[in-house]
């Protein structure tokens, strides 16, 4: 076992004489074959207080980089009109190869490529300037979080109680990434030990006289989501539920997955299920925020080909319809009625088509739905104009991407890469495009997997942003991931706006840079800047109302800059 530093132990001390809340606390890091992650274990975690911005001549950058930087504080006066520098090594590794490639922010994120990274070599330190305009102002951004599955729950209660804390404490407290919000099944997912659902039995129950009380699978998770508000003082916690699958005996197939819908003499009931786990949530103190109109529809029409969890499909005329006639009228007449509907909850190659054929069925069907729900897992194939195409058809619906993970395509590890930091800049890049089109906000997906990316009853593994050693129980890992959705969701609070932020000067179709900039509550700017290159940058900020900033960055390196 490695022996604790004496900075580590000073700052146990610390924490054992009383340090609170006021933490700011170094990654303990370690290396990886794919990297390095951040250590926590039952007496050690790493968290970082929130910068406060003591008066207008201030700016703080809080860092993360390739070589080893995790939220790494740096302060600076503006007043004295001097560069800001990040320190870092600022090495250059001639073998590293760049297999991913932002083109620019109207086509897809990830453009795949193999590019020596020798042509950049001998390359001068470049300066990149960005315009900040808080005048444009666009989306409110509001939501961030991640799932609490079946497995997460299983994963939680193996550790002990202190590292558990850790992890509640690292996603949803102030002094880790903010977190507000979780999603998690109605019934079982496709990360549970089985699949299940509620009412399986008495077969053919229209009014699902069975389902009276929470499966004790839910019951472990609200006893533990109420643990999670106590350790992270939240008053608090949005929950968005989804279903993954009717019982089968509401299915045409009998099944829970392959090639199979709800009958239609079910969708009423269907809709009643809804309905009373909403009731019985709310009775745990435990109310749901939102809802969706079911995860991922086209896996039981078109996926079940390589889609082998729980699933059940839906086409856009048939879910129009049960959204109209039934979902809609029995949650708006009830005393669940402030409860919010995402539709979709599938892929974006389904925007905006699947909400046009939706009105085609039923006109009134969207007055339903208060937002649209997005995932993510080929959106490095579509470009982000189908979701401004919604967004341009239903202005005033909110937009949030409601799953992401990776290790789930064909050509990826599945499960994780400890320590990945490419795992990571695909999250920093996808956030930055999403938010810079029209999204409210983002929910990952697992919270926590084990070593392996599970476990779940159909082997379908993949990467986390925190990763448990489930074997020794004693420790998980934060990933580059958790650092890469920490510089938005840490400094972004609630009623955070989005500004316009543009890099004036990026003509190389090749240079891996990119900005989004957010107006907070208090009226301070948030910019979050990634520099995916193997050399440092130079920025030269013109904020509208702030003036010139000068900042030099590292490489492969991310930053949130914060300043009034």
Known sequence: MKTPSLGFLFALIAISAGANDDWQLPCDLRETSHGSVCVCNSTYCDYLEQPQLTDISQIVVISSSKDGLRFKKTTGDLSKGNPITIDDKQFTDENFKADAIVVDQERAWLQLANIPQSL????????????VKREQRFQNVSIFGGAFTGTVSYLLKELPAELQDHVYRSYFHPVGIGYNTIRMSIGGSDFDMEPWAYNEWPRND?????????????????????????????DELKIMGAAWSAPTWMKSN?????????????????????????????????????????NEPLNGVIGFFFVHFMSMGWTPWQQA?????????????????????????????TYPMWFRKMRS????????????????????????????????????????????????????????????????????RAYTQDLTHHFNGWLDWNLVLDEQGGP??????VD???IVNATSRAEIYKQPIFYAIGHFSKFLPPDSVRIETRIENQLNPFTQLSAVGFQRPDGSVALIIYNGQNLPVDVA???????????????RSWHTVLYK
């Open 456 to 461: 779940n009853y159909v082997k379908n593994y």
């Open 206 to 234: 229209l009014q699902l006289s069975n389902f009276t009380e929470l499966d004790p699978r839910d019951l472990q998770k609200v006893e533990q989501l109420k643990r999670l508000k106590t350790i992270a003082k939240l």
């Open 541 to 555: 900020l013109d904020d509208s109302q702030r003036g010139a900033i000068q900042l030099r960055l590292p490489p």
């Open 361 to 428: 069925s039923r006109s009134n069907s969207l007055s339903y739905l208060d937002g649209l729900a997005v995932h993510w897992y080929w959106d490095e194939l579509i470009g982000p104009q189908l979701i401004d195409q919604a967004h341009t058809d239903m202005p005033n619906k909110l937009l949030l991407n409601t799953e992401s993970c990776i290790g789930d395509k064909p050509w990826q590890t599945h499960g994780p890469e400890l320590g990945s930091w490419q795992r990571g800049e695909s999250y920093m």
């Open 321 to 349: 319809i049960w959204l109209n006639d039934n979902l809609g009228p029995t949650i708006r007449n009830s005393a669940e009625s402030k409860v919010l509907i995402f539709g979709n909850d599938d892929q974006r190659y």
């Open 464 to 466: 986390a942003p925190i």
């Open 120 to 131: 950049f070599i001998n390359a001068s330190i470049r300066t990149y300037r960005i315009s």
């Open 254 to 294: 009998g099944r829970w997955t392959g090639f199979g819908q709800l009958k239609s003499e079910y969708y009423q009931t269907w809709a009643l299920y809804h309905l009373k786990f909403l009731e019985l949530m709310r009775a745990k103190n435990m109310p749901i925020w939102a809802i969706s109109t079911g």
